[in-house]
């Protein structure tokens, strides 16, 4: 049931999950096992996307401090005005 991911496709595994049945895609499932199969499917589906978006909240944590690391180590660098200066 579960087809192989494809990197040019990356949204190729939901189509999976959308294809309608043999029914009318505009008419709702007639029968309990489709309506429980279609709820697990869209608990799949909630699950990898809730995933995604912490490792897209990660990716965001890890590039604001990669930042502020870059900023300190900048200023790290940067002459101190003066202190040389009073010894002289």
């Known amino acids: ?15 999976q999950f ?3 049945g043999a029914a009318n895609p505009f008419m709702p499932p007639l029968t309990e096992e489709e309506i429980d199969r279609k709820i697990i499917e869209m608990r799949t589906i909630e699950q990898w ?3 995604q ?25 940067e002459p101190k005005g003066g202190d ?3 010894r002289g």
């Open 49 to 51: 996307l809730t995933m």
């Open 1 to 15: 049931m579960m087809s192989e991911f494809n990197p040019n496709d990356p949204f190729g595994f939901f189509n």
């Open 84 to 86: 040389h200066d009073e």
């Open 18 to 20: 959308w294809k309608p």
């Open 53 to 77: 978006v912490g490792m897209l909240q990660m990716t965001v944590k890890t590039l604001e401090l990669q930042k502020a690391g870059l900023a300190a180590f900048k200023q790290g660098l």
